[in-house]
């Protein structure tokens, strides 16, 4: 939970701070582009997350390696994180920071699972029916499930709307008993 809190607290002021100085769409994508790096090169984040190793010769990796290639603002969090010991919360801090730009814009984000990859003007239109439906902007992930037989499940907001072929055989077969 405590890990949570850490996440929300940092990537909420981050928001804040970027929003301030109108460089929010800047930083969420260097923010995106950072957390694929470091999955990437999983070393080089466990390097920077290692408590053995100093925050002076963490900030010189970092520097080396970004300076010149993001905002100057997202740097200089970066080099707080390291200050703090709070690089580790580092995906959950970009998570926070996406989740309020969205709330920010009224956009709402959910997962949409399906048999099969949606192409993106299926996924659009189930966006924007969703959308009409809660009466909010809407975001779908897709996410393939092979468990499903035909038809999709949207999950957005805790609300879950099956339009799966199983569940319209199970009500078909709740409505013949």
Known sequence: MEALTVAVTYGTALFEAARDIGKVEAIAGELTDLEQIFKDEKAFFDLIRNPGIGA???????NAVFKGRVEEELLNFLF???????????????????????????????????????????????????GKLLRKNVKL?????????????ILIEGK???????KRLSSLKEQLM
């Open 160 to 166: 879950l709307i099956d339009a799966s072929i199983r």
């Open 56 to 62: 002076a010769e963490k900030k010189e990796s970092i």
């Open 80 to 130: 707080i994180l390291v200050d703090k010991r709070r690089f580790g919360q580092f995906p959950g801090i970009v998570k926070a920071f996406h989740k309020q730009m969205n709330d920010n814009l009224g956009i709402s984000i959910g997962a949409i699972y399906s048999a099969v990859p949606l192409s993106d003007d299926r996924l659009g239109r189930f966006e924007e029916e969703t």
């Open 141 to 153: 992930e897709n996410t393939v499930d092979a468990e499903l037989l035909g038809g999709v499940k």
